[in-house]
């Protein structure tokens, strides 16, 4: 899935070979348009809106990829919108309910395993932060070892390279993208690690007196450590040509080194329809709403 300015675009490969695409405008202005200005709180918003948009993509994905050719009903669904709203709150609901739980298990393993013979704040925020990146990573492992999981993030580093071929100005062609790094500064993975380390520095000026104080505390907080990463991460991408203080952006290209997996030539073919469509529609709809801007014009 690839998301400009205006449009999101993802593509899949079909059971016959052929590539279809979905498509989803974003509303102009949008009605998260004055909340993403605000600092801390855009982080939150941006979140939100991936986790819906991307369980929507996921969704098309699913459903056109176990449709046999030929078996397409004509038409759609009258209850095409409201499904896809319906997939989207189960995305979001899922995020929440996923944060919460890998917020509160680690506190409660923390408190519980070391809390009787560590007293010092931050070191027990360490030592707190050390056990989420363990489950994390944990996690991470144990998912990349199915196959399914394995093609997906295969997608995920198909994703990067076009990215990365992008923004390097070369051709995109199948054997440019293919000399590009799977690894990119603004992936969600960064955010996630990201979350683990403001996390340890956010909670370290909280006391707590007993597990329950913690874990509550610890969901509390669960806004500002979302916010205060998107600001960290937003950093981190400004600072990354910079020698010295692009190593701020490390600990998220190590974790994608999980997260990805080197793609083949057709799964890198399928990100390069995904990318172009979403090109070509940003183009067409500024085209529409502003005749005269420079993308507009561009060839």
Known sequence: MFGGQRSQVTAIRRKNGEIETFEVTKPVPSSWGGLKKIPLIRGIVVLVEASASGSRHLQFATERYEVEPGEEEAGTPPSRLQMMLGVAAVGVLSLILGKALFTALPAFLASMLFDGIVTNLILQNLIEGGIKTLLLLGYLFAISQTPMVKRLFQYHGAEHKVINAYESGVELTIENVQKQSTLHYRCG???????????????????????????????????????????????????????????????????????????????????????????????????????????????
């Open 189 to 299: 993975s960064s955010f996630i690690i990201l979350t683990i380390l403001v996390g340890v520095v956010v909670y370290s000026f909280f006391s707590y007196d007993n597990v329950w104080d913690r874990i509550l505390i610890r969901l509390a907080l669960i806004p500002v450590v979302v916010g205060l990463s998107y600001e960290v991460l937003r950093i981190t991408n400004a600072l990354r040509d910079i020698p010295l203080l692009n190593t701020l952006g490390y600990p998220g290209l190590w974790l994608q080194k999980l997260t990805t997996r080197e793609p083949d030539d057709h799964q890198v073919e399928v990100a390069l329809a995904a990318f172009h469509r979403m090109y070509e529609l940003d183009r067409e709809l500024t085209a529409k709403q502003h005749p005269s801007s420079d993308l507009a014009r561009s060839g």
